[in-house]
């Protein structure tokens, strides 16, 4: 069951990140709101399924591409046990609740959008940077303010995150090749992070970034090597 308002200031949200490959979600709603919910389910794989009496032209589109499935405007409690996740997105409040009601009877994961005390997970505003994933969350009291204080990261953190992330990766590989302790592996590591090597890919001064890297491994490292392993596709 859901937790009522006076619960609200007590409830302490667990942060997780969920992989939704594969994973049947069921959108209750098909306007605005639900679009953004459905693009996004879409974007991590979701397998998309849809009650609404009406749909937002996009959402009809990705209905007629067979990208979602489309069931129709009546909900029915009755096939609930299928899905991993549901979102219940329409402009009705009551609605709403007692579709979170009959999700969290079946034990699934459920969203009710701007109702936390009808939701046991919240979605929170979420930075990415590549492989990096800041999620910012006020616990529901404010998603106004969370997304502000993603918009102040985003300032913080710029597109060069994403190859220093892929460069680090690939040295990480490197350096646990060797066979060395733990310990040893997790110096080099934390030596790099705080080097001023984020900067040097920040200002894209392959030199210095090689520079860095060779004297913290201990061997030389070539600028070309630096472009090669900050790429995607090294």
């Known amino acids: 069951m859901c937790a009522d308002d006076s619960k609200e200031a007590d409830r302490l949200y667990y942060p997780i990140l969920v992989d939704l490959r594969g994973k049947k979600v069921l959108v209750v709603g098909g306007g605005n709101v639900a679009r953004r919910k459905i693009g996004s389910l879409l974007a991590h794989g979701a ?3 849809v009650v609404a009496k009406e749909l937002d032209p996009e959402v009809a589109a990705w209905a007629e591409k067979g990208l979602i499935k489309y069931s129709g405007q009546a909900f029915s409690e009755s096939p609930l046990e299928t899905f991993f996740m549901v979102i219940a997105a329409t402009n009705d409040a009551s609605f709403n609740r007692q579709v979170s009601r009959m999700a969290q009877e079946h034990g699934l994961l459920v969203n009710a959008v701007d109702q936390p005390s009808d939701c046991n997970f919240i ?14 969350s006020s616990s529901g009291k404010s998603p106004a303010f969370a997304r502000k204080t993603r918009e102040d990261l985003e300032q913080q953190f710029g597109e060069e995150i994403e190859s220093f992330l892929i460069l680090m990766g690939r040295l990480r590989e490197k350096v646990a090749g060797h066979g060395r302790p733990q310990a040893h592996n997790k110096e080099i590591f934390e030596k790099l992070i705080a080097s001023p090597l984020l900067h040097a890919i920040r200002e ?8 860095v890297i060779s004297e913290i491994l201990g061997r030389p490292f070539s600028r070309e090597e630096v472009i090669k392993y900050a790429r995607k596709s090294a």
């Not at 979605?123 to 910012?136: I, K, M």
């Open 47 to 49: 397998m998309v399924e």
């Open 123 to 136: 979605v929170p505003s979420v930075l990415r940077r590549g492989d990096l994933v800041v999620a910012v």
């Open 204 to 211: 894209k001064d392959w030199d210095q970034a090689a520079s």
